[in-house]
């Protein structure tokens, strides 16, 4: 059996308001009050006799703590809210679906194993233990990419300058980020920031073939002069430590030559070379317009397109690609008239 705290009459224990007063006895954890004798504000009360000195003390007592909380919020509100801490309205106290705090916007991802640097090729690495993005590449083909952690990225088939620019994309300075240029398992640059949404800038020359040599024309004799291969002399490499393999020039040849092995060629009557390189023409045929085809006869001649009698041909009148005007035939390997029997005098 318990009794109400407000009339003190006999209540049944599972009873929940007293059956006399209509007092709450659910108890209140706010207060320091026992938990049987805790009111509850809001619900409709019957007419109760007079409290005793020693009730109205403790209610006092409740009031007054509750007015220096009040107070103590209205004075710390202020401050809380200049450090950036995000205090909940009124309606947040009540009952009901809460609202989650948006996470910070640096996130420790999950450390994993380091990576292998790889034994070969021309690669960037980065490492950041948050979040950062990253430009790599050649001048010409630079690619971005946005990640986490440490990673590894190759760069084929890369020739001279490579560049990486790489940034953190939060505001922690708590750890560092750092970016390498790896060629062959060896570092050729790196560096690294500590700052809070630091970058780093990096470029180095990674080696490859030299810029190609022009053709030079004797203009005096009319022939074509074509630079001979030339083999760079090693150059050790300080940064590296090592000595890069000897490099040669490919050949240079005109624009209507191809260059088949050590040597310039027509492929349009090249016989071990027509039509591309090393198609070699059987016994008793030749290359003629990049193609192997049957030797002429005695009457007739080879032009780039077939064999022709170049003395009555319109189209290869006395040479190869000599046509007669319209209205003319050929006749002897000249141009005449048709109602002429005999050559036009010249």
Not at 28 to 47: C, H, I
Not at 194 to 215: K, N
Not at 264 to 290: E, R
């Amino acid at each position: 059996m318990k009794f109400c705290p407000q009339c003190g009459k006999p209540v049944d224990p599972d009873k929940q308001f007293c059956t006399s007063c209509g007092r709450s006895l659910i108890p209140d954890r706010k207060t320091t009050v026992s938990p049987e004798t805790v009111p509850a504000p809001d619900y409709p009360k019957a007419a109760v006799p007079s409290m005793t000195k020693g009730r109205k003390l403790a209610i006092a007592a409740v009031i007054v703590i509750i007015l220096i909380i009040a107070a103590g919020t209205l004075l710390f509100l202020p401050e809380l809210n200049r450090s950036g801490v995000t205090q909940p309205s009124s309606t947040q106290m009540l009952p009901g679906p809460t609202t989650e705090t948006p996470p910070a916007t640096f996130v420790i991802p999950r450390e994993t194993e380091p990576w292998k640097v790889p034994p070969s090729g021309v690669w960037v690495h980065i490492r950041y233990l948050g979040s950062w993005n990253a430009t790599y590449g050649m001048p010409g083909a630079l690619q971005t990419t946005e990640n986490s952690g440490e990673r590894y990225f190759e760069i084929p088939n890369a020739a001279g300058k490579i560049e990486l620019a790489a940034g953190k994309l939060d505001s922690s300075a708590s750890h560092p980020l750092v970016v390498e240029i790896v060629k062959d398992g060896i570092i050729l640059k790196n560096g690294s920031t500590m700052d809070a949404g630091g970058q780093v800038l990096l470029s180095a020359e990674v080696g490859g073939m030299p810029p190609a040599l022009t053709r030079t024309t004797a203009a005096l004799t009319g022939t074509d002069t074509t630079i001979p291969v030339l083999t760079i002399t090693p150059v050790t490499t300080s940064s590296a430590g090592r000595t890069p393999a000897p490099i040669t020039t490919a050949l240079i040849c005109p624009s209507d030559l191809r260059a088949c092995g050590a040597n310039c060629t027509d492929l349009l009557t090249d016989n071990t070379n027509c039509g591309d390189c090393g198609i070699s023409c059987p016994a008793g045929k030749f290359c003629l317009g990049g193609t192997c085809t049957v030797t002429c006869s005695a009457d007739q001649t080879s032009c780039p397109d077939g064999c022709f009698n170049i003395n009555t041909h319109a189209r290869h009148c006395g040479s190869c690609d000599t046509a007669c005007p319209n209205g003319l035939i050929c006749f002897m390997g000249r141009c005449d008239s048709p109602a002429t029997p005999m050559p036009v005098p010249q």
